[in-house]
T-cell receptor, first 109, second 117 residues
Framework: GQNIDQPTEMTATEGAIVQINCTYQ??????LFWYQQHAGEAPTFLSY??LDGLEEKGRFSSFLSRSKGYSYLLLKELQMKDSASYLC??????????WGAGTKLIIKP | GAVVSQHPSRVICKSGTSVKIECRSL??????MFWYRQFPKQSLMLMAT?????????EQGVEKDKFLINHASLTLSTLTVTSAHPEDSSFYIC?????????????FGPGTRLTVL
């Protein structure tokens, strides 16, 4: 079957750095997405990786290793507004998006 | 940009009534639109995928006669929840993809919170 694993919840301190991991086993791979979802709101697109390596976008970076079936989202200089759920999703060989359950990130002052 | 809107944002209705939710891509033509449902503290559940002018493809377990999808144009898709019941209360979110470099990126509407009394 297809599976996306990410931690259920993480806690970090304002101003710090946090890394949210995602591992996947899917039938094929056509890219990996990270989305941010604040409570009660719809997801917003953060990043897309299809090749190995690190993609940096401001305070957020996303890394992919296809051979390991692994990605992480790195958030730097954490702000209180970064408190949200972070969803990892993989596009499989049929171009179906397989969603992880999300990681709830709690930022403490 | 890639802006997707949904209307209404919130609806409360009586059991047995039908509710229509609109999803529009405002600044692009959507190649494909997706409808999701999300229950509290759970992940997104894909309900159906639709392309303009063709019948929607429903996920297993989603009743096509209960959740009617009409994709009338490249910028508009509607989801009608027919004969809604309290168990249909949920957060309904649409998303859309567009042509070009990020053709597989889904851009989400703000969601519609449905409460059936």
């Amino acid at each position: 079957g297809q599976n996306i694993d990410q931690p259920t919840e993480m806690t970090a301190t304002e101003g710090a750095i946090v890394q949210i991991n995602c591992t996947y086993q899917t039938s094929g791979f056509n890219g990996l997405f990270w989305y941010q979802q604040h409570a009660g709101e719809a997801p917003t697109f953060l990043s897309y990786n299809v090749l190995d390596g690190l993609e940096e976008k401001g305070r957020f970076s996303s890394f992919l290793s296809r051979s390991k079936g692994y990605s992480y989202l790195l958030l730097k200089e954490l702000q209180m507004k970064d408190s949200a759920s972070y969803l990892c999703a993989v596009l499989d060989s049929n171009y179906q998006l397989i969603w992880g359950a999300g990681t709830k990130l709690i930022i403490k002052p | 940009g890639a802006v997707v809107s949904q209307h209404p944002s919130r609806v409360i209705c009586k059991s047995g009534t039908s509710v229509k939710i609109e999803c529009r891509s405002l600044d692009f033509q959507a190649t494909t639109m997706f409808w999701y449902r999300q229950f509290p503290k759970q992940s997104l559940m894909l309900m159906a995928t639709s392309n303009e002018g063709s019948k929607a493809t429903y996920e297993q377990g989603v009743e096509k006669d209960k959740f009617l999808i009409n994709h009338a144009s490249l910028t508009l898709s509607t989801l009608t929840v027919t004969s809604a019941h309290p168990e249909d209360s949920s957060f309904y979110i649409c998303s859309a993809t567009r042509e070009g470099r990020e053709a597989d990126t889904q851009y989400f509407g703000p969601g519609t919170r449905l409460t059936v009394l």
